[in-house]
């Protein structure tokens, strides 16, 4: 899990005031281990741990996933671009919002033609998964400047 105090999110949230005790919770929910082939579901949590609402600005789509080796070299990622768009998403206070997504196991690989596509299964083994808020510091968006906010790295082991 992550969390993020007033102080780091008054810059993103742009309407939160500093002297208020905002603070977000954000982490990812993925089996610890799944057979080979078989689809991941990921899910990226925020909680609103505070006593008042929080708008967050991101860009389109508002979340990530992406799943690395042991090593740090990227297989695979959610999505693959963003669109240059401000979308807002309210969290209430104590409200945990959801962000789903599924891994098929393929390696994304990218083509200088076409760009993203998917290549062959990843081998058993063990990778890891972080969620992504593409958050938008609404004072910077015009400046094409964007935030991200990261969980913490989940392990998840592909047996054979």
Sequence with gaps: MVLIGATALTGLLGCIPSDNPTMLVLWVEVPSEVRWGEAVPLTL???????????????????????TKPDGSEVWRWATGLLDVILTTSVGPGEVIEFPAEWDQLELKWDEQSGPIKGDFVPPGTYWIQGILHGNIFEKVYQGEAEYLKTKPKQLVITS
């Design 45 to 67: 949590k925020i909680k609103n741990i505070s006593h008042h609402p929080i708008v967050l600005g991101h860009a389109s789509p508002a979340y990530n996933f992406i799943v």
